[in-house]
């Protein structure tokens, strides 16, 4: 199952990857991280594709994609 | 489980002092990506311009010059002629590379220095806080045009790739964008191919990026894509607009023609 | 080894090669453009790489990529262009770079003239650039002396990390001299750069920056420039004597290049004629100034008169050697205008009387 990781320490709250990821995978904390940013949770990460749209559009690569098994390749990057 | 994206080698590990959803960030990131997958980060020299990117230097893990505003093609033309084994490229924003800058730029273009040049075109100046820029588009409102730039009284923006274009020199010259994922990785591709062609020796290489600035245009991230997608598209098509010829070298033409093939 | 009959910026486009330098970034302006030329033409017999530039202002931040990558580069060019470069020694400063400019002075200020003058002066040594820099400037006085203090500019460069100025003339730039060429440097020999841009391979990244947002670092390497020039200053003063044996002068004279070299033969018709004491005191490096060795020369003298080719410049560092010990009288021309010999003697003799 492909699933993101998110650091919170880099994440700056600007919600790109919420809007580009097509599953609803992230949404945004309740809480600050310690720059004072509501940042990006992976709370839907079964419905995750490891398309990586998310991590592509992140100007703070703070989000890897890790797969497992069958992974399908939207787009050559 | 396997990393499929992850952190490229080529970007120190410093959290950016760049606003949040900055497009800054994503174009570094597509160069550090680039010059991964090329292997070229250890023969990579960067030059920083003055503008938001100024600490450039503090995020590209590879040899860097800070050079002064606008002269970063000339300090890259130094550089290269005098070690061609570097892989030189240059990051600039509108008011370095098209206000101070153009003469350094339009020259170094001209003269086919074969250096990437990267410029991240979000029609405002960021680092001082909103002035009108070189690209700043009609109607714009900024500091120093607060009414809107009116084409009458500050002219129209300026077309880089296609000033550029005129010049006879081979280059490689593109415009891509970075707000949304199928731009950025439209953009990822020209800005590999650019690294590449200037591994291969090969010509002048720039590749104009779109970009958003979400703090002086007064908007969300989210608003700054939609702004950039509406209003700078149309005036600054995409696509690559010129490559060099697979066999095209520079010419030595017969005395007598003036004007080559 | 034979001397060769060489125009002045020639020979100093030679003495860069002869001292390893292959690259050059410059722009036409009279009366240095000779320089550009000959280089464009001798570059390639010895695998240099020769660049004009599109201004004065490339050309300087061109020279700064290049010492950053760790070459030996030079750029020249005349007073106004000089002018345009100020902001780029000042870069070049600060991140410890060696280059070697060379300025052939003209008439100036503004477009001017584009004859012999000596009116850069302040600028080279006190003005210049913003911040707290300083630019080690030698004057030549002839052809040969420009062709030597060329050769050593490029190892005063390298072993200071700091930018070195050759300041000649119209004079000197123009004029042919026979001068004898130093050999060719081995390019395997010069000064290893272990700071310098040439990728980070094996190593961490080497950054060239004059950026220092912080105080207490923008500080601190003010300070280590400041260490590095105060050493200049102990170890790089050069000036030459003439004529100072005695224990007593009537008049001391003081002047560099060109002019020195006029008033030299001013002076020995003077002395032979009215059988008076007169001694000419000449500084080669004009920062780090030699005020020391100057002080003690005036001691020797009645009154100094100081001669320039301007309206008076190297004058205000004569005030600051003697500190108001002796009267100086100051005669200059300029706008172009050369002082004879004639034209010396019958000042000094004005202020003999």
Not at chain 1, 39 to 48: G, L, N, V, Y
């Amino acid at each position: 199952m492909p699933r993101i990781v998110v650091d919170e320490k880099r994440c700056k709250g600007c919600e790109r990857c919420v809007e580009v990821c097509p599953q609803g995978v992230i949404s945004m904390s309740k809480q600050l991280n310690e720059k004072g940013y509501f940042f990006a949770m992976p709370t839907e990460q079964p419905r995750c594709l490891g398309c990586a749209l998310c991590a592509i559009n992140c100007p703070d690569v703070a989000i890897e994609v890790f797969v497992h098994g069958t992974h399908y390749q939207f787009f050559t990057y | 489980m396997k990393k499929i994206f992850g952190y490229p080698e080529s970007l120190t590990p410093s959290h950016t002092h760049y606003c949040p959803g900055c497009t800054h960030g994503t174009i570094h990131r597509l160069v550090a990506e680039a010059l991964d997958e090329l292997g070229l980060r250890e023969r990579a020299a960067g030059i920083a311009p003055v503008g938001c990117s100024v600490l450039a230097y503090n995020y590209f893990n590879c040899d860097m010059f800070e050079a002064a505003h606008g002269r970063a093609p000339a300090v890259a033309t130094g550089a290269k002629r005098c070690r061609p084994d570097l892989i030189v490229f240059t990051y600039q924003g509108d008011g370095d590379l098209a206000s101070i800058g153009m003469a350094e730029i339009i020259h170094a273009a001209n003269r086919g220095e074969k250096i990437t040049v990267i410029f991240v075109n979000n029609a405002i100046y960021g680092m001082t806080g909103g002035q009108m820029a070189p690209t700043t588009m009609p109607g714009q409102v900024t500091t120093t045009c607060p009414a809107g730039r009116n084409p009458s009284h500050e002219g129209y923006p300026i077309r880089m790739v296609e000033l550029l274009n005129t010049l006879r020199t081979p280059a490689f010259l593109a415009r891509v964008a970075a707000h949304t994922p199928r731009h950025v990785i439209a953009a990822k591709q020209a800005i590999r191919e650019a690294f590449r062609l200037q591994a291969e020796d090969r010509c002048f290489t720039m590749v104009e990026v779109l970009s958003t600035c979400p703090t002086n245009w007064g908007m969300t991230a989210a608003e700054a894509n939609r702004w950039l997608h509406e209003n700078m598209i149309p005036y600054y098509p995409l696509g690559v607009l010129k490559r060099p010829a697979a066999d095209e070298t520079p010419v030595r033409e017969a005395a007598g023609s003036l004007i080559g093939v | 080894m034979a001397k060769v009959l060489m125009k002045g910026c020639e020979a100093i486009g030679e003495a860069a090669i002869r001292a390893g330098c292959r690259n050059f970034f410059g722009y036409p302006i009279t009366p240095q453009t000779e320089v550009p030329e000959y280089l464009a033409k001798r570059f390639p017999e010895v695998d240099g790489v020769f660049v004009q530039a599109e201004s004065e202002v490339a050309a300087i931040n061109m020279l700064y990529g290049g010492a950053g990558v760790g070459k030996r580069v030079l750029t020249t060019s005349s007073s106004p262009g000089i002018s345009l470069m100020a902001e780029g020694v000042s870069y070049i400063a600060t991140c410890h770079l060696p280059v070697v400019i060379v300025n052939i002075v003209r008439a100036g200020p503004g477009l001017g003239g584009i004859l012999p003058a000596q009116s850069d002066y302040l600028q080279a040594t006190k003005g210049h650039g913003h911040g707290d820099y300083k630019l080690v400037v030698l004057a030549p006085s002839s052809v040969q002396e420009a062709v030597n203090l060329m050769y050593e500019a490029f190892e005063l460069a390298d072993r200071y990390l700091t930018p070195v100025m050759v300041i000649g003339d119209g004079m000197i730039g123009q004029m042919m001299e026979p001068v004898e060429i130093p050999p060719m440097r081995d390019l395997a020999d010069l000064p290893a750069k272990p700071w310098a841009i040439t990728g980070a391979k094996g190593r961490k990244p080497n950054i060239v920056n004059s950026l220092y947002l912080s105080e207490a670092a923008c500080n601190a390497n003010n300070w280590k420039m400041k260490a590095k020039y105060d050493e200049i200053e102990k170890k790089e003063k050069r000036w030459e004597t003439y004529g100072c044996g005695a224990r007593e002068l009537d008049v001391l004279v003081v002047a560099y290049g060109t002019m020195a070299r006029i008033c030299n033969t001013a002076v020995a018709e003077v002395q032979a004629s009215d059988n008076r004491k007169i001694g000419l005191f000449r500084p080669i490096s004009l920062w780090p100034y030699p005020y020391e060795a100057l002080a003690k020369e005036a001691k020797k003298a009645k009154r100094i008169l100081v001669v320039e080719m301007s309206t008076g410049q190297m004058v205000e560092d004569v005030k600051l050697a003697v500190l108001g010990s002796r009267p100086i009288d100051f005669y200059g021309l300029t706008g172009g205008l050369v002082p004879s010999p004639d034209d010396v003697a019958e000042n000094l003799r004005k202020i003999l009387k």
